[in-house]
């Protein structure tokens, strides 16, 4: 449990960027649609980037991290819980902004009991299902299929109802550049304690 209190530091980010916004996309949202799209644009890349950053961090030295903080026998046995459960926080907080939007922008609460509502069954049933698969990884891994349909839904309803601008568009906009450079960089990061180990 200890070794997953890591991946739990990657809500610090997207905690202080969605209440930096909150107000601005309040007040914008009265006054000027036009700037709550644009705000929420830099919200979601700003966010995007650093969040996936820190995911990609934890991915690529969570067992060196736990072997230093804790013990060798510990990470050799966290170290899947740990990766799989960094991505789907990372999920979670890429739900941060748009959460956020529907909140202070549309002042549609509702709409997120709803998504999170469907997530929560979506949660429970892949965790008892995986629990029996793939044990404490399987409950972990249940988390990603819960907060991705929570960040596609919410991504929709303020696409929707909000900016004018489409799922597909805020995507590649805010998300493919710092995936991708993750991903590179993450490899290259795996290959080099590879060889180094």
């Keep these: 449990a200890r070794g997953c209190d890591h991946a739990a530091k990657e809500t610090y980010v997207p905690a202080s960027i969605s209440q930096a916004f909150f107000a601005v996309f309040r ?20 966010l995007a980037v650093m969040a996936t ?50 909140i202070a922008g549309g002042a549609q609460p509702s709409v997120c009991v709803r998504i999170f509502g469907v997530a929560i069954v979506l949660h429970v049933g892949a965790s008892l299902w995986w629990l029996h698969l793939w044990g404490t990884a399987g ?22 109802n909000l900016v004018n601008i489409s799922v597909f568009s805020l995507l590649r906009q805010c998300f493919l550049a710092p995936c991708i450079s993750a ?5 290259d990061g795996c290959f080099w304690l590879g060889a180094l180990g």
Excluded: H
């Design 27 to 46: 007040g914008q949202a009265v006054a000027n649609p036009r700037d709550l799209e644009r705000s929420n644009v830099q919200a979601t890349k700003a």
């Design 53 to 102: 950053g820190v995911t990609m961090l934890l991915v690529v030295l969570g067992r060196e991290l736990v072997t230093y903080w804790i013990s060798p026998e510990f990470a050799a046995n966290s170290t899947t819980v740990l990766t799989v459960l960094a991505v789907g926080i990372l999920l979670s907080c890429y739900v941060t902004i748009p959460y956020t939007a529907i």
């Design 139 to 160: 409950v972990a891994l249940a988390f990603v299929p819960a907060y991705g349909f929570v960040f596609v839904a919410s991504l929709a309803w303020v696409s929707r």
């Design 183 to 187: 991903a590179v960089i993450g490899g």
